[in-house]
């Protein structure tokens, strides 16, 4: 598999900014003895990421628990093969009643027509489809936010 650059960089542009708003994030990978390990650019802010073999990340029971005792009713979602693993992760989380937030730009796939035909089918079953640079600015709400200097500067290095 050969991930979309941009929307690796992407991801990678969200979770650093996660970090400093203090909203829980996880990495999982997908079998990785066979297709490799989490991708570097997203591997450093990740000690362990969940190692999983079913597409969902929700058949993960760790990240279900900690998704429950955090109380979360939004999860933003970002990654790799927006048809297969993006796209059952999110068609879980929706059938837990938890409203999905899809970050067009920061998911991928090898194909362009499995990429936007997966959006579709998400937003058509409830997820909301957003950007990154929307996702950074509403975690922030306003310019007097104490971070806001930092994530206008990282939107505009792109």
């Known amino acids: 598999m050969i991930p979309d650059a941009s929307a690796l960089l992407q991801c990678g542009s969200i979770v650093p900014v996660a970090d400093l708003m203090e909203v829980a994030k996880w990495a999982s990978v997908q079998y990785p003895k066979g297709l490799g390990p989490l991708d570097p650019v997203l591997a450093k802010h990740f000690n362990t990421p969940m190692e999983k073999l079913d597409f969902s990340a929700i058949a993960i029971e760790?990240?279900?628990?900690?998704?429950n005792q955090r109380g979360l009713a939004q999860i933003v979602v970002v990654g790799i093969e927006t048809h297969i693993c993006v796209l059952q992760t999110t068609l879980d989380l929706l059938a837990s009643q938890i409203d999905v937030f899809v970050v067009a730009d920061a998911v991928a796939a090898r194909g362009a027509l499995d990429h936007q035909i997966a959006i579709d089918r998400m937003q058509s079953e409830g997820a909301a489809i957003v950007?990154?640079?929307g996702v950074l600015f509403e975690w922030c709400r306003t310019a007097t936010h104490p971070q806001?200097?930092?994530i206008s500067e990282l939107v505009r290095k792109g």
């Open 148 to 150: 806001f200097k930092m």
């Open 131 to 133: 950007t990154t640079e």
């Open 62 to 67: 760790e990240l279900v628990e900690s998704i």
